[in-house]
């Protein structure tokens, strides 16, 4: 997989700056991008996704990749079952409804992915939204806070199902902004503080 390459990026709104010159590489496999909140993170991740433009700077390498992305905020369709929600974004629902299960089974919500996600706990809607973006056709996976919200007990099953979904074949880019170095030690990888 060909690294995305950004360099000397900067962003600023209403005359403040958010990034000032960065320059980083994202090659295959885990980064983790960490700092206190509000240094820009969730920024250049919506510069790296496309969804932000950056004042300046320029970026290579994200050319015709696929990319899946959790936002910090779950995005999920309150009146859709959990179910529908991960079938959103594929193309053909009958064809990744097993799939879909599987998932959702992994994460822990088997007796839930009927249900409505307006009638799920926080910690369950994002497990569900970490099952739709692995659901997806992807290059990148951008995750932003994946994990908040995840109590102790259930964490690490499901840093585990990023890792064996995200980054079992080994030609995929996560990038995953977490403030948890534990988080980051158990994704691996490299580790870029802004």
């Known amino acids: 997989m060909t690294p995305i390459v950004l360099e000397n990026i ?11 010159r960065i ?18 993170k969730t920024t250049l991740a919506y510069i790296v996704a496309g969804l932000t433009a950056p004042d300046s ?3 290579t390498g994200r050319e ?5 992305l959790v936002f910090q905020e779950d995005r999920l369709l309150e009146w ?3 179910l529908s929600n991960v079938l959103f974004v594929t193309p053909n629902a009958k064809k990744y ?26 910690g369950m809607k994002r497990r ?4 739709r973006a692995l659901i997806a056709n992807y290059d990148l996976l951008i995750l932003d806070e994946p994990f908040k919200g995840l109590d102790e007990e259930t964490k690490p099953g499901i840093i585990q199902m990023v890792q064996q979904h995200a980054l079992s074949t080994g030609d995929k880019i996560l990038l995953c902004i977490t403030h948890d170095p534990g988080e980051a030690d158990a ?8």
């Open 128 to 131: 569900v939204a970490l099952c």
């Open 64 to 68: 015709n990749k696929k990319i899946s």
């Open 23 to 40: 320059s980083l590489t994202l090659p295959s496999g885990p980064t983790c991008l960490m700092g206190p909140s509000g240094i820009g």
């Open 10 to 20: 900067s962003k600023a709104y209403g005359g403040v700056g958010v990034l000032e």
């Open 187 to 194: 994704l691996g990888g490299q580790r870029i503080h802004l």
């Open 57 to 59: 700077g320029t970026m």
């Open 97 to 122: 409804a097993e799939k879909a299960k599987s998932l959702l089974t992994q994460a822990g919500l088997a007796n839930s992915m009927h249900k409505k996600a307006a009638e799920l706990s926080g």
């Open 80 to 82: 859709e079952s959990a």
